[in-house]
């Protein structure tokens, strides 16, 4: 009532007005005059902050991930709180939808290597387990093939490839070599992948061996064994639209580089992290350490 006095009183007489809604015109005025509470000024930034927050993740973060951002920034405000203010905007996180988890073929003749992980997705330190899986990319040129490689204690991707081939050397060597230069392995860092061919070829497993680095693969049929990667790709393929189809190979290449170095690695909090982000999960430990 009073906010269409406000906003209409140049249009219309006051007195009437008044009188229409049955309100003193000292009352109005007081109103008027009146500066807004320390609450809803609170409020005003609160809302502003979340939707800031929304738009940066481009539509990726649902109101726990937001509370963590404004937690970082000195701001605090529940769940439901920011539950609430993103109903009343419209803000509905773009996560949404089943991912259908893809099997690798492994009909091969190559030796596999027995499951050392076990399902055992926890690190207590940098390099002591690695995970890694390939997937498809759709463009309008054709498919692009990107491998990813993820340390387990930060839930970082130290290393990945982009390629429009399917050989070793193009994918999981090349995601490899990207890791090392990245992150040092250390004695005895378990590599766990699926059987897939490229995983399984004498080209990838000697040059773990080399490494001294114990490989190991998911059992015939079991894509829960590598669950943390299948996540990865669920992530990646849900917070960048679940049936993008690229205009170009280029145009893929440059999405994914912002998504895996910039956003996941940099920028996205993780829930397995106490919602920080992999740097700062990183940057924590070593602080701690010394």
Known sequence: MFRFIKDHQAEFDVEKMCKVFKVSRSGYYAWFRRKPSKRSMDKEVLCKEVEHIYHKSKGRYGSPKIVAELRSMGLYASRPTVAMIMRNKGLRSVIRGKFKVCITDSNHNLEVSANRLNREFTATAPSEKWVSDLTYIRTKSGWLYLTAIMDLFDRKIVGWAMSTGMTAKETVVAAWNMAVRNRSVAPNTIFHSDRGVQYASHEFRNLLKSNAVQQCMSRKGNC????????????????????????SIDVAKRELFEFIEIWYNRQRRNSMLGYLTPEEFGKSILKQAA
Do not use: Q, R
């Not at 829960?224 to 205009?247: C, P, Q, R």
């Open 224 to 247: 829960w064994d590598n669950a943390v990667m299948e996540n990865f790709f669920k992530i990646l393929k849900s917070e960048t639209g679940y049936h993008t189809v690229y205009d």
